[in-house]
Nanobody
């Protein structure tokens, strides 16, 4: 059973930086999309950034130019470098991955436990 293990959340002042990391434990056959979503209080979960298995990356408009997603397929990890953080970036950040356990067609949409990011002066 694959689990997504996150690290790197915390509190930072506006303009600061944080890096979130997520690793897939266990032995997946393959991982399709892998990336990060976030959910602020009272709001729906939204995409932050995601990468396909071949490295095509999609960013939310609100984070373009400030956040950088990197993925290591050999290690089944993704890292989200967040720069110039703003108070509106405050949310619980969730790692997300499409995990396959075999060469068959089934892909499991998996989530990490979430890590809090707070941007405040």
């Amino acid at each position: 059973q694959v689990e997504l293990v996150e690290s790197g959340g915390g509190s930072v002042q506006p303009g600061g930086s944080l890096t979130l990391s997520c690793g897939a434990s266990g032995s997946p056959f393959s991982i399709n999309g892998m990336g990060w979503y976030r959910q602020a209080p009272g709001k729906e979960r939204e995409l932050v950034a995601t990468s396909t298995s071949v490295g095509d990356i999609q960013y939310a408009d609100s984070v373009k130019g400030r956040f950088t997603l990197s993925r290591d397929n050999a290690k089944n990890t993704v890292h989200l470098q967040m720069n110039n953080l703003k108070p509106e970036d405050t949310a619980v950040y969730y790692c997300n991955a499409g995990v396959k356990y075999s060469s068959g067609p089934v892909t499991y949409n998996m989530w990490g436990q979430g890590t809090q990011v707070t941007v405040s002066s």
